[in-house]
């Protein structure tokens, strides 16, 4: 071969003698050959990928750019030097007589002309690439030609100055002039060509218009960087995502592959099913033939079907103890796989490389400690290795920080998957489903196991990159030291059942520490939305406390897993020690020839170094693997539930009725016993129909199944048409007045106008400052009034009993049968007669009349009216972003929520253990020493052999005891700042006034509760333990390479001034993205929470694609502060990577330069930790980063824990036991305002109140009466004036004190999960017999005792088990149960039945005769037996009186009374 190349080049291919001389050359033909064709060689290599846009049938018209036409003549110049040459070759053959070329003239140039063609068509083809601005591979081309053309530049150069003359002239001038062109190529393909379609994406994603090299060192998010440290960055600087990295992109992916997935692994469960049951299905019993004649079929599938479900939820248990689980199992993250394959295939080859490159640098090492020791080597040879060293290193770093983006955009775009799956199942789960996942549940699913999966995938290929890399170190290893290493193979092999023991143990831990964060989330969430009924009935501690004992759970659990957490961290961290130690020992003691020197020592040293970081970071990813694999179990669960049966509903629009259910059988369960039974009616087009019935008849429940929201059992539904929907609790969205009544719909203006007129909403939308722009808040609840005098106007009314429809017709033919629609109306009609007589005539025209609001709206849908105002009225202020650095302050705040002495103590351990790291290190640096004493094997004595591994040994036991007790301490503070900040957080919360809760959506209450405080229990210990030990690290590197060489001390402290410089240019910037990142989360869990809240009416109206859609921009908004966040991580890394590279050349440099003087030891110990500064200075910063993004939690924590509180539950005047033992209430002069820059709703009010009096509150909306109630409680404070309760001024006394003696039976019902017993008496203060008593009194003592567990009966979250009726009716139990001689009723019965309602007026008058009543109503009947009335206008007193009186005043109460129709009725009588 080497022959064949002489005769080709014409000149000797290889000769050695070229590199043993002080000034080193190539031979020409190496020259002329290999440096030659391997850039062409690359170029060849890499054209088809270019190439294949030059044959898009449709390519994009671009025009020619001046850059483009720049790079084009250039190559064409190009293309002409290589003609030339060739033709000078041809012309000196064939003119002259002297001897021929060789053939290596004429094929250069040929090739030349051919590749430099190539080239012209490639920069085409990246023309017409769609959104290409420059070639990676033509740019690396031009890189690799420049440098590989250094060499014959010098030799040519050398050559003419040694001769003083030009030998071959035309080649000489065309070599330089070629060589110039290449350059101005070369700095020409680092600039990008940015097509004008792409010029304007540039401004909103720079990313895009990037170069290469622009994008290879993340220079393009320079522009961020500098923005973020002028001033604090905001939602709006954000810049748009590539279009593959949106929620839209990465969910339709993801989406289409899971359910690919989900249907084959719901295969394999039936068939896995299917086997067990014919394994286990009993013989059939002959006797039983010809029992079930006569029983249908419907009623046998049913009860087949609920007899599975029942067996199948006894087995669910059993089964996942045994290894296979009752839902479909092991798919998420097939599906992950196969949604993300590419970039899993380009991280994995980034990944690849880097490690391969990273095992060049020891060898490296190896060839510099023998240039030192060897000095007759030519100098150059060791700047050699020190350039070599630092190229390896530079070309390391961007394979590494590619590999890197890549992850964590992946890791992105996966928690970003996982976010939409969870959100767009929850808005299909079937209602049976729903009870099985509580919202609390899904936030968790959304959060902290989203999360998990993202850091998970982050770190994914060190599954197979620990063990390459651990393999590659053995293997080299073994050169270095021989079979020795086999010993340190078997200690690493001896951690693997210790890390199998660990990684269960952990499992166990994670699934409690899960469960119990599930049920801590849960509990939170009813508390948040309950939390005007805590403070109303002085619940707050009661709650509090039985969060407090989840909490105390959780953290045992965490406590655990944090002790497990130190054994890992202690054996891990005393591996590279321990394997070290034994193949050090083994190999010393093997044979007296086995001397330890200074190559193998640090050689070794450098590949412990590497062996290190796998071995550190396989039992953190396993360990991460085990709490995916809870939240995949978890996911996959949720994921797996069943869906709405969208076809359950059929929309035949053939049918002449426009409702028909035909033999229907519902229940909320497939397994559940029916609500409703053998439904079967018809509504027809145009007609008004009732649905009426006790409570718990199923008159809800008929609706929701003719929405589809239960299970068909049986029988079928078919709705023509669209559906509309008002729900017996009103959905209210936190958003305008206008967008609620919108509701996505088109605006046209007249319609709105209509809609607002017919709703009565004028007079309201009067009050509000900012009109139909007034925002609403979260907790706002409308409930509509039952009656039955609406009835005698329906054209059908529907009549259930015990969930089957027992009578169907119109109210004459229904009141002429004299069946139960009959008796109920005669029970009840009485109570209604008089508003029924009043309201008849205004009814009739009401429903009769043309010009009627509504019927003109339904009847004229068309028209669209576009009308603009200006918003104002806004309720909910933007999330409060924390800018600037954050304050020390706050780092004070967690150290002392740890104990300084925890904190003290485990920074102390730490220092000593760095110190037992430079003490063994410069006593390795020692022991290599002993191969120049002794540089015979067979003197060397035995005892300082023994005491060298000895020493050597103890100091790395000690290091790794060390570092165990340092994280035992670390743990055990950060589980006491734990608690302390949950404690404060919750306690400050519960005592914040109502205030906050109407102006704070919940999901951000919810995100301090969820993600800040995992941040603080998982994320803050971990970061602050590496923050401290990776600075410690890197002081003992710095003071181990400046021992070695003094002189070093010049070079580090320019490079920590660059370093702290960027880091402060940085920091800044990565501040306020991390801010961003966790602030743009709180949308997410807001929106989820507020949709899942009105989940029925979303699907009622077909609207869940428009939330869909939100949802996705919500996810949008937080990807593009993820995405910024990853990108200027990148960005600081590979310039933090350059400055660590900088620091290893100046040490091998160091090296070179002072080899005659120093050490080969300590130079063997300086460079091979300067080898590893690279990595330390990296992730300190970005742990440092990490540590100050984390510690923002803290800052969010510490906002809402100082939350300014409400007045105090108990102060130093404490009434007496008995008060207020009359009940006498006294407002003077009266005023208030629910926030300090709005206008008073109440003006002075001035009444007093007898004890025992019945007093009636009445006004139109928003005149004050609910108002005149939060005064009573102090939910609002007064502005001035006073309330007095039996002479006693309340604002002197606790809320506790206050509240705790007073009764209101709110307007809503709201119940929490738990038992019923607890949703009466939370603090345990009475007897069953008492809680059976007041049961009794509130008529549902039978219902309760038919319960199979009575009061310990469990209820669902928001009492979804139970009807509005009945939770009405267990909040009148818990006035009873309260006993207080002031009672309030905010129209408690308005959102009953009349039966109910009934009910609960015989029994407040009868328990609460001897009381003090003030009832709210908005139906003037039910104050009209009242002692007095209070009239409210514009929060004033107007009218106080007697009804009677008041009616004959013929003022305010005489026109409501009229409007009421009373004042018909009473005619009438």
Not at 894 to 913: H, K, P, S
Not at 1149 to 1175: F, K
Request: glycine fraction near 6%; hydrophobic fraction near 45%; proline fraction near 4%.
């Amino acid at each position: 071969m080497s022959i064949t190349l002489d005769e080709f080049c014409g000149s000797t291919f290889w000769n050695a003698s070229f590199l043993d001389r002080p000034d080193p050359d190539l031979p020409v033909c190496v020259e002329r050959t290999v440096l030659v064709w391997v850039p062409l060689g690359f170029l060849w290599l890499c054209s088809p990928w270019n190439m294949a846009n030059l044959f898009r049938r449709t390519p994009p018209r671009t025009p020619l750019s001046k850059l483009y036409i720049c790079k084009q003549i250039i190559v064409f110049l190009l293309l002409l030097t290589a003609i030339s040459e060739l033709v000078t070759t041809f012309v000196e053959d064939h003119a002259t007589l002297k001897e021929k070329n060789p053939a290596v003239l004429y094929v250069n140039p040929s090739v030349s002309v051919v590749s430099w063609t190539l080239v012209l068509v490639l920069q085409e083809a990246v023309k017409q690439t769609e959104r290409a601005v420059n070639s990676g591979s033509l740019f690396l081309f031009w890189l690799l030609k420049v440098i590989c053309e250094i060499f014959p530049f010098q030799t040519m150069l050398r050559e003419a100055l040694r001769q003083g003359e030009v030998a071959d002239g035309p080649r000489f001038y065309l070599f330089y002039l070629a060589y110039g062109l290449q350059l101005t190529a070369l700095v020409l393909s680092a600039i990008a060509d940015v097509p004008p379609d792409v010029q304007h994406m540039t401004k909103r994603n720079p990313e895009v218009g990037a170069s290469f090299l622009s994008r290879i060192t993340f220079h393009w998010f320079t522009r961020m960087v500098i923005k973020g440290s002028k001033g604090p960055l905001v939602q709006e600087d954000m810049w748009e995502l590539n279009e593959k990295d949106t929620s839209r992109y990465i969910s339709q992916e993801f989406e289409e592959i899971m359910g690919r997935e989900l249907r084959k692994a719901c295969g394999r469960l039936e068939k896995w099913q299917n086997e067990k049951n014919k394994k286990s299905r009993p013989k059939p019993d002959p006797d039983q033939n010809g029992m079930t004649t006569g029983i249908s079929q419907d009623v046998l599938v049913m009860v087949e079907r609920r007899e599975q479900e029942h067996q199948r939820k006894n087995e669910v248990e059993k089964n996942e103890e045994d290894g296979h689980p009752n839902y479909p199992h092991s798919w998420l993250m097939l599906s992950i796989a196969k949604t993300f394959k590419w970039v899993l295939i380009e991280s994995a080859f980034f990944k690849l490389l880097q490690d391969l490159l990273a095992f060049v640098s020891p060898q490296l090492l190896k060839l510099l400690i023998g240039f030192t020791q060897d000095k007759t080597m030519y100098a150059w040879w060791g700047y050699l290795y020190a350039s070599l060293l630092l190229v390896v290193a530079g070309i390391q770093s961007v394979f590494l920080q590619q590999f890197t983006q890549r992850c964590f955009k992946l890791g992105m775009s996966v928690h970003a998957a996982i976010i939409a799956a969870v959100y767009k199942k929850a808005l299909s789960l079937s209602s049976g489903a729903r009870r099985e996942s509580t919202i609390g549940q899904m936030v968790t699913l959304m959060s902290a196991d989203a999360q998990c999966f993202q850091e998970v995938t982050n770190f994914i290929h060190l599954l197979w990159s620990c063990p390459l890399q651990i393999a590659m170190a053995t293997m080299f290893l073994w050169v270095e030291l021989g079979p020795s290493v086999l010993a340190g193979l078997l200690v690493m092999v001896l951690m693997v059942p210790i890390n199998g023991l660990l990684a269960t143990r952990a499992k166990s831990f994670q699934a409690k520490s899960m469960m119990h964060k599930d049920k801590r989330m849960k509990m939170l969430n009813e508390t948040l939305c309950g939390i005007k009924i805590l403070k109303l009935y002085t619940w707050e501690s009661s709650f509090e406390s039985q969060l407090q004992d989840i909490r105390e759970q959780e953290l045992k659990a965490m406590r655990k897993s944090a002790y497990m957490t130190s054994v890992s961290t202690f054996i891990f961290f005393c591996a590279p020690a321990f394997v070290s130690l034994a193949t050090f020992a083994v190999f010393v003691s093997v044979s007296p020839d086995n001397i330890l020197d200074a190559g193998k020592a640090f050689t070794s040293i450098s590949l412990f170094n590497l062996l290190r970081a796998p071995l550190e970071r396989l039992p953190q990813l396993i360990s991460a693997m085990v709490q995916m694999t809870v939240s995949n179990r978890r996911l996959e669960r949720f994921l797996s539930r069943d869906d709405l049966d969208e076809v359950g509903v059929h929309q035949d629009s053939s049918r002449t009725a426009i409702v028909s259910v035909t033999d229907g059988v519902f229940a909320w369960e497939t397994s559940g016993e029916p609500v409703l039974k053998n439904v079967s009616l018809d509504v027809n087009p145009g007609r008004l129909v009732a649905v009426v019935g006790a409570v718990g008849s199923g008159k809800s429940s008929l609706i929701s199944a003719l929405l589809g929201e239960m299970h068909s059992l049986s029988g079928s539904i078919n709705v023509k048409g669209s559906v509309a929907y008002v729900p017996q609790q009103a959905w209210i969205q936190n958003a305008t007045l206008k967008d609620n009544i919108l509701f996505g719909s088109g605006l046209d203006e007249q319609k709105l106008q209509k809609v607002v007129e017919a709703c009565a909403l004028e007079p309201d939308l009067e009050l509000l400052p900012g009109g139909l722009e007034t925002e609403i808040g979260e907790k706002t609840r409308i409930l509509v009034t039952h009656g039955i005098s609406f009835l005698p106007y329906m054209d059908e009314i529907i009549v259930l009993v015990d969930g089957v429809v027992s009578e169907v017709g119109s109210y004459s033919s229904l009141r002429a049968s004299k069946g139960a629609f009959s008796e109920f109306l005669d029970t009840y009609a009485e109570e209604e007669n008089r508003e029924t007589l009043g309201h008849s005539d205004m009814l009739q025209s009401r429903l009769e009349g043309e010009d009627h609001p509504v019927d003109s709206i339904l009847k004229n849908p068309g028209q669209s009216h576009v009308c603009s105002s200006n918003r104002v009225g806004q309720l909910i202020e933007k999330e409060s972003v924390q800018t600037g650095q954050v304050k020390f302050s706050v780092y004070l705040q967690y150290l002392r929520a740890m104990g300084w002495d925890y904190a003290t103590m485990f920074v102390v351990v730490y220092f000593i253990q760095n110190v037992a790291f430079i003490g063994q290190n410069l006593w390795l640096s020692d022991w290599t020493n002993d191969a120049v004493k002794y540089p015979n094997g067979s003197t060397y004595p035995a005892h300082i052999r023994d005491m060298r591994i000895g020493v050597f040994g103890a100091l790395g036991v000690m290091q790794g005891f060390l570092v165990f007790l340092g994280t035992v301490l670390l743990a055990e503070g950060a589980i006491r700042a734990s608690r302390s900040f949950h404690t404060r957080l919750l306690s400050n919360i519960l005592r914040a006034p109502m205030l906050f809760f109407d102006t704070t959506p919940s999901g951000r209450v919810v995100n301090r509760f969820a993600k800040d405080i995992f941040t603080v229990d998982e994320l803050i210990p971990t970061t602050l333990r590496m923050v401290i030990l990776k600075l410690l690290e890197l002081m003992a590197t710095l003071v181990i390479i400046c021992l070695a060489v003094p002189l070093f001390i010049v070079v580090v402290i320019p490079i920590i001034a660059i370093y702290h410089f960027v880091m402060r240019f940085y920091l800044a910037t990565s501040r306020q993205l991390r801010r961003l990142d966790s602030v743009s989360l709180s949308p997410i869990y807001s929106h989820f929470g507020e949709t899942v809240s009105g989940l029925s009416v979303i699907r009622a109206y077909g609207h869940q694609e428009r939330f869909l859609e939100r949802n996705r921009i919500t996810i949008d908004d937080n990807l593009k502060c993820t995405r910024s966040l990853i990108v200027s991580n990148r960005w600081m890394a590979i310039r933090l990577e350059f400055l660590g590279n900088l620091v290893v050349f100046f040490s091998a440099l160091s090296a070179v330069l002072y080899r005659d003087s120093m050490d080969s030891g300590l130079i063997g110990l300086s460079v091979s930790y300067a080898l590893n500064v690279t990595l330390t200075l990296n992730t300190l910063v970005r742990m440092t980063s990490m540590l100050e993004t984390h510690i923002v939690s803290v800052e969010r924590v510490k906002e809402y824990a100082e939350i300014p509180n409400e007045a105090p539950w108990i102060t130093e005047e404490r009434p007496p036991d008995d008060w207020p033992a009359m009940g006498r209430l006294r407002f003077e002069e009266y005023k208030a305002r629910y926030r300090p820059e709005l206008e008073l709703v109440l003006h002075g009010i001035t009444c007093d109140i007898k004890s025992s009096e019945k007093i009636g509150i009445v006004g139109r909306t928003g005149a004050g009466k609910s108002s005149l109630t939060n005064c009573l409680f102090r939910i609002i404070e007064a502005s001035e004036g006073r309330i007095l309760i039996d002479g006693v001024d309340i604002a002197s006394l606790g809320l506790h004190d206050l509240r705790s003696r007073l009764t209101i039976i709110p307007q809503d019902p709201v119940l929490f999960s738990g038992t019923l017993r607890m949703n009466l008496d939370p603090f345990e203060k009475f007897g069953d017999e008492e809680v059976w008593r007041v049961l009794e009194l509130a008529h549902l003592k039978d219902y309760v005792g038919s319960l199979p567990a009575g009061l310990q009966h469990e209820v669902s979250e928001g009492g979804e088990n139970l009807s509005v009726g009945q939770r009405q009716l267990l909040c009148l139990a818990r006035a009873l149960l309260r006993k207080s001689r002031i009672l309030i009723l905010d129209e408690a019965t308005a959102a009953v039945d009349l039966e109910t309602d009934n009910l609960i007026q015989d029994t407040i008058r009868r328990e609460f005769a001897h009381c003090t009543v003030l009832t709210i109503a908005h139906r003037l009947h039910t104050i009209m037996d009242s002692s007095r009335v209070m009239v409210l206008d514009a929060g004033k007193i107007v009218e106080f009186d007697s009804p009677a009186t008041l009616l004959q005043q013929q003022k305010h109460f005489f026109a409501l009374a009229r409007e009421a129709g009373i004042i018909a009725g009473m005619t009438a009588l």
